[in-house]
């Protein structure tokens, strides 16, 4: 699950210098993430400011690093569940 979560976000580099390679997407996983910890395990964590971000390195950067460090957090229902939604949302087929 975490492999293909990872092969996804190499789609938006952490040294992008476009907007057109930081985009929703990454706001989306770590707010979805962030609900997830939420709902499924009780855990609330402060979410990325995306309106600070002056680059869309910055952009990228700290939205990967929240998604993947939200799903390292997230017990195994609530992985289950993310991953599903991400499957639903952006059409990754499981491996």
């Known amino acids: 699950m975490r492999r293909e979560i990872e092969k996804f976000l190499k789609q938006f580099p952490t040294d ?4 057109a390679q930081a985009t929703d997407e990454v706001r989306d996983l770590a707010r979805l993430a962030r609900e997830h910890l939420e709902e ?3 855990v609330i964590v402060e979410p990325v400011d995306f309106r600070h971000a002056k680059t869309p390195a910055e952009w990228n950067t700290k939205g990967r690093e929240f998604i993947l460090d939200s799903f390292d957090r997230m017990q195994e229902r609530a992985r289950k569940a993310y991953y599903e939604k991400f499957r639903a949302y952006f059409g990754q087929e499981e491996e």
């Open 40 to 42: 499924y395990d009780g």
């Open 16 to 19: 992008a210098t476009s907007w």
